[in-house]
């Protein structure tokens, strides 16, 4: 059975930013650890907010 998707739906919503872990590491400046702990928690692709709330970066102190 199909279904007719509606765009305009989701150019109001938006949709779900997805990111390799990998990336979102480099970009976040996270440690290899924290890449590791995050693959094995979300897998390779989790969304931005899954990311967000899960990553944890240890503090620089001078």
Do not use: C, H
Request: proline share 3%.
């Amino acid at each position: 059975m199909s279904e007719r998707i509606d765009l305009e739906q989701f150019e109001q919503k938006g949709l779900r930013k997805v990111w390799s872990v990998s990336e979102f590491a480099k970009r976040y400046r996270l440690d290899r650890t924290e890449e590791a702990r995050l693959l094995k928690l979300l897998g390779p692709f989790a969304s931005e907010q899954e990311l967000l709330m899960n990553a944890t970066r240890t503090p620089r102190f001078r």
